[in-house]
């Protein structure tokens, strides 16, 4: 059997049925576009706060010390547990798993100058793999808080974005001089504008990051505010925190399953958990446009029906006259996928212009910063073209049944 005859006659039905054919491959299309349309979005949801995400740090978690609620050995519930700086090589020493851990101390209302300009903004005082693990990348000519800064206490600050905007506007802040409670700082570099949608303590672009030996020497705070930690392994998340709880129970006599003698925020599990929930929105999604999609199908279904009604004398000439019924079965098959085929490849067409039209509007929005763009991939065309291809040969196989079941006699009676 050729191709080139089940065209022909596709093409032969098409001139009669024009305007009812028309119509299915259009509504075919509509589908198609609103499928990948949907899915669209969702993806550039989810890669957008992925990268949002980002923002805080890659494979963290945050500690803070708690208060215990649980008796140990004779020791009563309601104790405070407080982080001390040794607790980050203790930590570091016992626990492979954790790939980079530092500790870190805020103040907030503290006053900075420059020149006029006056803020009240929050100083903290972090080590220098905050670098890697919060993502604080400097701008060119600048750099981030180092380890000799650290070691001589050096009163060297790094600054978020939006701060050195709006302490010194368009001139460059590396190098300057500015004070922070009447106590000169030398800016060594300001952090690059990144996406941020979660935070523990406040946005970094308006943080004033000092070195943590700074700190102490002028507010001599005794404890840390909170831990940051690494993972080596995402997959290790619950085993790490377990470990945590063990290791800092021995050394501050609690028990280790006392879930609030300190508390942790996982953000490797609030992104799994993201994920997961991305992907029930995809799957709702994929379900609204496959039911816009099922019903372009019944019209395809319909027109199958309909071509059989008016060609039954045509198919029993050509059972009569040796005919396979795969012949027949397979001709009217291929005839719907034809249909599916054309509605659905220009839906895929438009949409793909469609969403590469939108990326490329010059729109600046806090909105789409949040949302992202849809954004179709490799998957979501995968997906819709399985959905058109069972959706088509579901449409073409019952009326092609139909048709295969034709008896001859009775067919050539057929007005």
């Not at 851990?101 to 905050?130: A, F, M, T």
């Not at 009447?182 to 990051?209: A, W």
């Not at 953000?267 to 929105?281: H, K, L, P, Q, Y």
């Amino acid at each position: 059997m050729r191709l080139s005859i089940i065209y022909n006659v596709f093409i032969r039905d098409f001139r009669k049925q024009k305007k009812r054919i028309t119509l299915t491959v259009l509504a075919l299309g509509w589908g198609t576009v609103s499928i990948m349309l949907l899915l669209g979005f969702g993806e550039g949801l989810h890669r957008q706060m992925t990268i949002n995400s980002k923002g805080l740090g890659e494979g963290i978690a945050i500690m803070w010390g708690g208060q215990t609620s649980i008796p140990y050995k004779g020791m009563g519930k309601g104790r405070r547990i407080h982080l001390f700086p040794d607790d980050v090589n203790y930590l570091k020493e016992r626990i492979p798993e954790i790939k980079e851990i530092g500790g870190q101390y805020d103040r907030w209302g503290l006053k900075l100058k420059y020149g006029d300009n006056i803020v009240s903004e929050h100083v903290c005082g972090v080590p220098p793999n905050y670098e890697q693990m919060r993502n604080l990348i400097p701008e060119r000519g600048g750099r981030m808080i180092n380890d000799l800064d650290v070691k001589l206490r050096r009163r060297v600050a790094f600054l978020g974005n939006n701060l050195k905007e709006r302490l010194f506007g368009d001139e460059d802040a590396v190098g300057k001089c500015l004070l922070m409670n009447s106590m000169p700082f030398t800016v060594v570099g300001v952090m690059k504008e990144k996406l941020q949608n979660s935070s523990y303590h406040g946005p970094d672009e308006d943080i004033f990051f000092i070195p943590p030996t700074t700190f102490v020497a002028i507010f001599g705070d005794p404890y840390l505010d909170n831990i940051v930690y690494q993972l080596r392994d995402l997959n290790d998340n619950e085993i790490v925190e377990r470990k945590i709880f063990e290791a800092m129970g021995t050394r501050y006599k609690f028990d280790p399953d006392d879930d609030r003698a300190l508390s942790v925020w996982d953000t490797v599990a609030g992104n799994r958990e993201f994920d997961n929930v991305m992907f029930g929105i995809q799957i709702f999604m994929t379900i609204i446009g496959g039911l816009t999609l099922l019903i372009a199908g019944v019209g395809v279904a319909n027109i199958m029906y309909v071509s059989i009604k008016e060609r039954t004398r045509e198919i029993g000439i050509k059972m009569a006259v040796g005919a396979r019924r795969s012949y027949i079965l397979i001709q009217f098959l291929l005839e719907a996928l034809l249909i599916t085929f054309f509605g659905g490849a220009g839906g895929i067409a438009v949409s793909y212009v469609l969403t590469e039209g939108f990326k490329r509007i010059p729109i600046e929005s806090e909105v789409l910063n949040f949302l992202g763009r849809p954004t179709l991939s490799f998957e979501i065309g995968a997906i819709v073209v399985v959905i058109l291809s069972v959706m088509g040969i579901l449409s073409g196989l019952f009326p092609a049944m139909k048709a295969a079941s034709v008896n001859p006699v009775e067919s050539l009676r057929y007005e």
